[in-house]
């Protein structure tokens, strides 16, 4: 079932100026219950100002947004509804502190939804160890932490809600390879324990590759390819013209194929690419 559908939205930055920038051109996409979704594509395609309309947080020149099978704009209740339920954390984690400590910052998105004293209590200590920071933390001010500290406590807000659907925008960028492991292994925490869907982008195809089940390519505004991480993954020519990282086996195949080796370039892990080589000199082949 989905749990959100966009339906040909078109976005554009700017509108009437000579700075009119097209951000997403038609994309239709289905975001369904429980799943891990990659979003990626280049710098520039359109990732965050996608993930801003699954709340409602930009509204779309045309075009629908569905939660829960209901337009988000059709009363006041269905937004509201959608922003309580669908937890977006910033490409950039310093957008969304404020308050004077991590403890209220935390508590906002709770408070809002008028849970009780002491819910609101739970889910601020829950969440900030959830994300691997101590109850030390709650008193700081957030302006006073690092860059990834930061990031963490954005996304301890965003969890308090406990949202059906966590967006992450980039919750790896700027992190330790320490970090950056314990974020990808909350993002499959979190989708196991709750059975919540979690969205969010990556530029770094095998952190892609570890947790989502599925990915959705965007290009200049408009989706590009989707499907399970082999069926996209597989398409290694197609992604490289699309301007992305690919995988570094994918690579090192595209060089061969050039070179006049052609062994396919559907490979992406090292043991397919060993598969492929022996198959290829079992066959008396070209390698
Ligand atoms: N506030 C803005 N005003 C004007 N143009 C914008 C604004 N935000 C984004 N754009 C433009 O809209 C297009 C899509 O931007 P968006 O931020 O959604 O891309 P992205 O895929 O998230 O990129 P990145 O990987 O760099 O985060 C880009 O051309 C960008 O320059
Ligand atoms: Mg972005």
């Known amino acids: 079932m989905s749990v959100i559908s966009v339906k040909n939205l078109i976005y554009g930055y700017s509108k009437g100026t000579p700075f009119e920038k097209g ?32 709340n409602g947080l930009l509204k779309p020149d045309s075009g629908d947004v569905l939660f829960e099978g209901k337009s988000i704009y059709e009363s006041k209740k269905s937004l509201r509804d ?80 406990e949202p059906k659907v966590l967006i992450l925008d980039e919750p790896t960028a700027g992190l330790d390879p320490l970090g950056k492991n314990n974020l990808l292994k909350l993002i499959k925490d979190y989708n196991e324990k709750t059975g919540n869907t979690v969205i969010f982008v990556s530029h770094n195809m095998d952190d892609v590759a570890a947790v989502a089940h599925r990915v959705i390519v965007l290009s200049d ?14 398409q290694g020519e197609k992604l490289a013209g699309l301007g992305l990282d ?8 595209i060089e061969l194929k050039k070179a006049g080796f052609d062994l396919g370039d559907t490979e992406y892990t090292i043991n397919g690419a060993k598969e492929a080589i022996i198959a290829s000199l079992m066959k008396g082949g070209a390698v």
């Open 23 to 54: 951000a997403l051109k038609g994309v239709s996409v289905d975001f369904r219950q429980g799943e891990i979704v990659a979003l990626i594509g280049h710098t520039g395609s359109g990732k965050s100002t996608l993930l801003q309309h699954l």
């Open 82 to 161: 959608c922003r309580f339920n669908v937890g977006l954390c910033f490409q950039y984690p310093e957008q969304q502190l404020f308050e004077s400590t991590v403890y209220k910052d935390i508590a906002f998105g709770p408070t809002n939804m008028k849970l009780s004293d002491d819910e609101i209590k739970k889910r601020v200590y829950d969440s900030i160890k959830y994300v691997g920071l101590s109850a030390d933390y709650l008193e700081k001010s957030p302006f006073d932490l690092s860059g990834g500290e930061k990031r963490r406590v954005a996304i301890a807000g965003v969890i308090a809600m």
């Open 221 to 234: 505004g408009e989706l590009a390819l989707q499907g399970t991480v082999d069926e996209v993954y597989s």
């Open 246 to 253: 690919v995988p570094e086996i994918t690579s090192v195949f």
